[in-house]
């Protein structure tokens, strides 16, 4: 006989939507920079903690007037991304 596979109930959707978001911590030395994801300006500046689902690829860039850029394309399973900004 075919097995009947039956649909989470919404109840378990949501759970497991829940569980896939992370936090993902941004930080920078010195702190105060403006966190851009994928080329678009946020509202936060670092220290940051971002709740993102958790197989995301982010392109961070961290931007602090006086100092360099620094870029990296980081997954949300590493969970940290910390940048030492440059003059």
């Given at each position: 006989t075919?097995?009947?596979?039956q649909e989470p109930s919404p109840a378990d959707?949501?759970?497991e939507t829940i569980s896939?978001?992370?936090?993902f911590r941004i930080d920078s030395?010195?702190?105060g920079a403006h966190v851009y994801?994928?080329?678009k300006p946020t509202t936060y500046y670092t220290p940051?903690?971002?709740e993102i689902h958790s197989g995301t690829s982010l392109l961070i860039t961290l931007k602090r007037k006086g100092y360099q850029d620094c870029s990296a394309l980081m997954n949300a399973?590493?969970?940290v991304f910390t940048c030492i900004l440059e003059k």
């Open positions: 075919p097995k009947t596979v959707k949501k759970l896939d978001i992370v936090p030395t010195p702190r994801i994928d080329q940051a903690v971002l399973r590493v969970g």
